[in-house]
């Protein structure tokens, strides 16, 4: 499957963006998706995962109540929305894909890899 990240930009402190993730060449709700960041001079983390179902979330501490990850399989898109974004969340966003069922966190059982989107956010 080919993964297509867009959404990224420059916003302030408590903005919010809406990043999305198009899928292609393979059936999508067979997938289950993460999205992952990573900041300057950091490994890449997983940010927020859902099942192939798109009935079961998962979110890191840092941005749990901020971040909602969600799928169209309509659009074979998934979305990650940010709402009061904050500086720390500075970072180039990647949205994967696995063959997993669930909502997966561990980024080496994801298959699929779209180019990262970068996400800056001013103080």
């Known amino acids: 499957v080919q993964l297509q990240a867009s959404g990224g930009g420059l916003v302030q402190a408590g903005g919010s963006l809406r990043l999305s993730c198009a899928a292609s060449?393979?059936?999508?709700?067979?997938?289950?998706f993460g999205w992952f960041r990573q900041a300057p001079g950091k490994e890449r983390a997983i940010v927020a995962a859902?099942?192939?179902?798109?009935?079961?979330?998962y979110y890191s501490d840092a941005v749990k109540g901020r971040f909602t990850i969600s799928a169209d399989n309509a659009k074979n898109t998934v979305y990650l929305q940010m709402n009061n974004l904050k500086p720390e969340d500075t970072a180039v966003y990647y949205c994967?894909?696995?063959?997993?069922?669930?909502?997966?966190?561990?980024?080496?059982?994801?298959?699929?890899w779209g180019q990262g989107t970068l996400v800056t956010v001013s103080s």
């Open positions: 859902i099942s192939w179902s798109g009935g079961s979330t």
């Open positions: 994967a894909a696995t063959g997993y069922i669930r909502e997966e966190t561990t980024e080496s059982n994801y298959d699929y």
């Open positions: 060449g393979r059936t999508f709700s067979r997938y289950a």
